[in-house]
T-cell receptor, first 114, second 115 residues
Framework: EAGVTQSPTHLIKTRGQQATLRCSPI?????VYWYQQALGLGLQFLLW???????NRGNFPPRFSGRQFPNYSSELNVNALELEDSALYLC?????????????FGAGSRLTVL | AQSVSQHNHHVILSEAASLELGCNYS??????LFWYVQYPGQHLQLLLK??????LVKGIKGFEAEFIKSKFSFNLRKPSVQWSDTAEYFC?????????????FGQGTILTVHP
């Protein structure tokens, strides 16, 4: 069974640009989660999508946005990049609103903002 | 706001030593509790989870954790560590209500096991 796949593995951008990260969940999983893992800050919850809808959002500015497609894949967009956006962005999936939010994580996309 | 605290940033042990990693959380309601592990060069993997029932839960690779509700704790233990247990360990808490779907993670504990 394929796990959670993320692309690209690495992405280098400059300040002010936009970044788009992509995630494909495990087959059968309808929920997708995005986390930011910045150096020294641990994992911070960004967004949760289920059945195409944004269900919850962490304490991040509106320039962090995303969407979930009908095939349950998702993309995370970060606009007007700032240096502190440099981090590992992790995507996770789960079976949806079953009450057992067991997340399976992907390998992450490392974003570097210069 | 809910928080998760892991007491040790870096733990160094010799093989065969016993391990206990502390985790405390601040939320008083019903919670789901997790330990995730990230081995060098690999992605986060679920080690074990607690939803309800027996507060002593067993996970993969000989790890176990005990939920003590009165202490808001979910400590991870292993009787005898191996070099291959070298990794970063994260405690995480999930709950319902407006936080449904959101896991709050601790800062992580790096475990280094010397052969």
């Amino acid at each position: 069974e394929a796990g959670v796949t993320q692309s690209p593995t690495h992405l280098i951008k400059t300040r002010g640009q936009q970044a788009t990260l992509r995630c494909s969940p495990i087959s059968g999983h309808t929920s997708v989660y995005w986390y930011q893992q910045a150096l020294g800050l641990g994992l911070q919850f960004l967004l949760w999508y289920d059945e195409g809808e944004e269900r919850n959002r962490g304490n991040f500015p509106p320039r962090f946005s995303g969407r979930q497609f009908p095939n349950y894949s998702s993309e995370l967009n970060v606009n007007a990049l700032e240096l502190e956006d440099s981090a590992l962005y992790l995507c996770a999936s789960s079976e949806g609103q079953s009450g057992a939010n067991v997340l399976t994580f992907g390998a992450g996309s490392r974003l570097t903002v210069l | 706001a809910q928080s998760v605290s892991q007491h040790n940033h870096h733990v160094i042990l010799s093989e065969a030593a016993s391990l206990e990693l502390g985790c405390n959380y601040s939320y008083g309601g019903t919670v789901n509790l997790f330990w995730y592990v990230q081995y060098p060069g690999q992605h986060l993997q679920l080690l074990l989870k607690y939803f309800s029932g027996d507060p002593l839960v067993k996970g993969i690779k000989g790890f176990e954790a005990e939920f003590i509700k009165s202490k808001f704790s979910f400590n991870l233990r292993k009787p005898s560590v191996q070099w291959s247990d070298t990794a970063e360990y994260f405690c995480a808490v999930g709950r319902g209500g407006t936080s449904y779907g959101k896991l709050t993670f601790g800062q992580g504990t790096i475990l280094t096991v010397h052969p």
